[in-house]
């Protein structure tokens, strides 16, 4: 058994917003293996993007223990987490002022050791690893689709060949086409590089196309974390009501018939 690449234990997340206390999560534990593609999944207001930021670093949680990759996960949000994880954010976050080209080379240019030629070509690589063009290099985040501007952001978190890969909403506001195809490159990258991922998804169709794994949150913790046909069948009102409706049927449905690829 390998060392886990995020190990989550008695994890407490409290919010104060004047006299209103809110608490997210409490005695929340997970852990995700090398090479899996765990899914998080709940209902509004239980912290799944949250869970996403404190695992990259950004938040700290009221108390508990996160690590990634055997490091404390605070550290990563002082010592540069894109060498060790990506960050795919819901709506892209490209800088708007910057070109397609300059948001994918952007770690790199931080990093300040290497030569502007070999940033470019690192980043021309990363464009056309994501299914975009050598003409979209030089185009503004304005001048892109939804689904280009997903391409590219993913590309950037891709650039520093991190470990990890975290996912908030990856096919959200995309039409059904556009989403099965960003389904299909993200499959083959967790493949071809060997990813561990771990994604926010409501979409049943993205869950069920790319989930070893579905953690689900819901009374304040993770109350199952397993593999999709197990999820389905446990017993919880937010599951039945998730899960068994046409549209989670209908992907279920789906997922029988695909061959095993992860």
Do not use: W, Y
């Not at 169709?205 to 197990?230: C, G, H, M, Y």
């Not at 017993?235 to 997922?255: D, K, N, S, T, V």
């Amino acid at each position: 058994m390998t060392d886990p690449v995020v190990e989550i234990r008695k994890l407490c997340t409290v919010f104060q917003n004047g006299e209103k206390t809110s608490v997210v999560h409490k005695d929340l534990d997970l852990t995700v293996e090398r090479g899996e593609v765990v899914s998080l999944v709940g209902g509004s207001g239980t912290g799944k993007t949250v869970l996403l930021r404190q695992i990259l670093g950004l938040e700290t949680p009221t108390r508990g223990e996160i690590t990634v990759l055997g490091k404390p996960a605070a550290e990563l949000g002082k010592r540069g987490a894109a060498r060790r994880v990506g960050m795919l954010f819901q709506h892209g976050a490209l800088f708007s002022a910057f070109t397609v080209l300059e948001n994918i080379a952007f770690p790199l240019r931080e990093l300040r050791t290497l030569p502007d030629g070999l940033i470019r070509e690192a980043a021309m690589v990363k464009l056309q690893m994501v299914g975009l063009g050598p003409e979209v290099a030089d185009k503004m985040p304005s001048d892109l689709s939804g689904g280009m501007i997903k391409r590219v952001g993913l590309a950037r978190a891709l650039i520093m060949d991190p470990p990890l890969l975290l996912l908030d909403e990856p096919t959200s506001g995309l039409d059904p086409e556009s989403a099965d195809g960003f389904c299909s490159l993200l499959r083959s990258l967790h493949q071809g590089m060997e990813l561990t991922v771990v994604l926010v998804t409501h979409d049943l169709d993205t869950l069920f196309e790319l989930s070893t794994r579905i953690a689900v949150l819901a009374d304040q913790e993770v109350i199952i974390n397993d593999v999709p046909e197990k999820v389905v069948a446990f017993p919880h009102p937010f599951i039945q009501a998730f899960f068994l409706g046409e549209r989670g049927q209908r992907a279920m449905a789906l997922l029988r018939k695909r061959p095993a690829t992860v």
